[in-house]
């Protein structure tokens, strides 16, 4: 008989998992003391969602704070402008942009079975929160804040607009990449109206480049790997030559084999302490599907997934193949 209450209540908590935004809404003003988490190995998303909402929830007379297991990269201090520094007893955790607790890195032991209300818009997207919004249509998860800061009843000021449009403009890669909509776009013009400096935000964003990151892309063209007929591209970046650089120069290094004229997917792997994580991006292959099959996941266009345990050539190698086969069944 356990067993069978045990299974009920599992099934009974699967269904109050999934929420409206309006819900979402909801349990945001009724609860208080927010800790926001970001995921690690931040991007512009995940720390738009974190100080756009914090600032959202501290206008509607919250206790809120962003944490995450990585700092604050320098080019997106700008966020900083939007919130108060608070600290208090914790109450209510909210994760972003986080598909899977493992993607918390050293907080997963922290909050990975604690987290109150999640909010993401990855396919892939992993149930671990008591109560959870995912739409994976959105382009960003800034899109998705953006419509739930509007329900919280807040008004959106130049900082926190400026927060939601680095995370929507970031991870379309300025518009650019096929997750963009028309509704995107609206989104980030509405967003415009508020009056913070878009044109030097975009500079900041994808145009400035450190003497480190310049030298960081000339490595990595010049040791590109060229396979499938020069559809495919992967290079891989060592430990020893990535301590050399700061993370907010390697961030944005995912993008690069795929600008060549030619390339459909492109892959970099980057070592870490214990494993080599892989970032795929591609024009029209399902790289998500790529990477599930070795545990990741992501988007359609974009995605990463980690190996353990293998020297870098058996990675390649497995990569390779699995893109191979992916760029034949296309043909």
Known sequence: MQDLQDLKDMKDLNKATNVTLKEAAQFLLS????????HA???????GCSYGLCSALQKAGKRAKIVCAD???ANFFHLKEAVAEQEFEEKTIVSVDI????????????????????????????PFAKKRYVDDEAAACCEIIYDLIKLLGVEIDAAMAQCIYTGIATDTGCFKFSNTTRL???????????GFDCAALNYRLFDMKSRA????????????????????A???LNKQLLDTVDSEDVNGISSL???????????????KEDCWKASMRSLKINVQEICGRFGGGGHLNAAGCSFKNMNIEEIIEKVKAAIEEALAGQA
Request: glycine residues 8%.
């Open 41 to 47: 190995n931040p991007d512009g998303d995940t720390f």
């Open 184 to 194: 995107t776009h609206e989104k980030a013009g509405e967003l415009m109206e508020y």
């Open 234 to 236: 992967i290079v891989a």
């Open 31 to 38: 609860h208080d003391d927010f800790v926001i988490i970001s």
């Open 213 to 232: 990151r310049i030298r960081l892309e000339q490595y990595a063209l010049e040791h590109l790997d060229f396979f499938a007929e020069g559809k495919g």
């Open 71 to 73: 700092p604050l990269p």
């Open 99 to 126: 598909a899977d607790t493992v993607l918390m890195g050293k907080l997963e032991s922290v909050y990975g079975d604690k987290v109150d209300l999640a909010i993401d818009h990855h396919l892939s997207h992993i």
């Open 257 to 271: 084999p795929r600008t060549i004229e030619g390339v459909e997917v492109g892959v970099v792997l980057k070592e």
